[in-house]
């Protein structure tokens, strides 16, 4: 449904004088808009198979992880639930190729926090270094920057749409002395490209000192299932800090991500004055709810589920691009990646599906509710659009 179409007064709270019976039943509308559109949702990242509505009761308290999750807590709810959360980081730790012991992590509010916690990280090492990143990295990126007053070098890519190495040397010669802090996409938002840290490394050396920052907002519970498992992430000494985004992913009602680094990268005297405990995240009040919900998914799911997720998507993203290649829309799909490029379609289907579009392409993200069914409704829609 397109949201222009709603009339705007709709929601206005000063109007809501009805019963309260009507706010529930707008609500419930609400509801079964979303839940019905979802099969359709083919464009965005957002991984919609789940469910947590055995877990309502937490809709009914108020759960606070202020400050660092291993901080000790006087209250005895925050200290459960960021149990919780250590045992969330240490998971993903892992997935991530590091020992869980040498990691500091939390539950942040989304990837782009989680980016910026890394970049500061990075930037606070290497106080002299700019920021560095490709023209396909996430537009988080140069808010980071900007927010940190810090000069951002954009790199071109090379054909295959990962950071150039030799133009990313060319901007590092520049700088003999000053470090690096340089982002490292782990599946770029539009085409799914993952960027080749090593050659990063070797074209940062040029400057003394290379931080990498590997936001894998999309690929982070993905990759550990292919060919990348082993050096990925933490895999390389280089590779401070990782960011990997749990809404997309995973499945969540509430946007988060984990931001991860090196545990030698905080400073525990940061303290958070009046909560009593030390504080090296970038906010204050931090979703305890995001944080349960999330501990019981990946306790629910465990590796065996999560690496059937990624299996799954996997297999139908190469579904997706032969269905896309038989209906003469010539799709891409690059390895180890879950999104499938393609011609643009009729502005019908993309609206239909949500498709993501830039120019004349479009994409589709075959996260796990993406199914065989609505790919070949998707085909067929096609087929008939055709002149
Ligand atoms: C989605 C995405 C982000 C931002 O993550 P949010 O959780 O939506 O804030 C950052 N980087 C990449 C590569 C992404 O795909």
Redesign the pocket.
């Known amino acids: 449904m397109d949201v222009k179409s709603v009339p705007s007064d709709r929601y206005r709270i000063d109007r809501l004088s009805e019963p309260q019976q009507d706010l529930l039943g707008t609500l419930d509308d609400f509801i079964a808009e979303v839940r019905a559109e979802g099969p359709y949702v083919l464009g965005f ?1 957002g991984n919609l198979d789940f469910s947590y509505s055995r877990l309502s009761g937490l809709l009914d308290i108020f759960v606070n992880n202020v400050g660092d999750p291993g901080s000790s807590e006087k209250s005895s709810v925050s200290a459960k639930a960021k149990a919780m959360e250590r045992a969330v980081v240490d998971f993903v730790a892992e997935l991530a190729n590091a020992d869980p012991r040498g990691i500091y992590g939390y539950v942040a ?7 910026q916690f890394g970049l500061d990280r990075g930037c606070t090492l290497l106080p002299e270094a700019r920021v560095y990143c490709s023209t396909a ?5 140069r808010k980071s920057a900007r927010l940190m007053r810090k000069e951002l070098v954009v790199v071109p890519c090379d054909d295959q749409g990962r950071i150039d190495p030799d133009a990313l040397a060319r901007e590092c010669r520049r700088d003999a002395g000053r470090g690096a802090v340089v982002v490292a ?5 539009m085409t799914g490209v993952i960027d080749d840290v090593d050659a990063i490394i070797g074209a940062g050396a040029a400057t003394g000192r290379v931080y990498v920052h590997a ?5 982070g519970l993905i990759v550990p299932f292919t060919i990348e498992r082993q050096s990925w992430g933490f895999a390389r000494h280089e590779v401070g800090s990782v ?1 990997v ?4 992913g995973l499945g969540m009602p509430v ?3 984990l931001a991860m680094c090196r545990s030698e990268l905080v400073d525990p005297r940061v303290q958070g004055e009046y909560v009593g405990a030390t504080d090296s995240t970038l906010g204050c009040s931090r979703s305890g709810l995001a944080t349960t919900l999330l501990w019981y998914a990946l306790a629910n799911k465990g590796m065996t589920g999560l690496a059937h997720n990624a299996r799954r998507a996997l297999d139908m993203a190469e579904y997706t691009a032969e269905k896309l290649a038989d209906a003469g829309l010539r799709p891409e799909l690059h390895p180890s990646s879950i999104i499938v490029v393609f011609d643009r379609p009729a502005e019908w289907i993309c609206r239909k599906y949500h498709l993501a579009t830039e120019g004349a392409r479009a994409h589709i993200v075959t996260v796990p509710h993406v199914s065989e069914r609505v790919i070949d409704e998707l085909h067929g829609d096609v087929l008939r659009s055709l002149p």
């Open positions: 990242p509010g989304g990837g782009s926090e989680a980016n990295a996430h537009y988080s990126i996409t782990i599946g770029t938002t936001d894998a907002a999309l690929g960011a985004s749990m809404h997309k946007p988060c991500a």
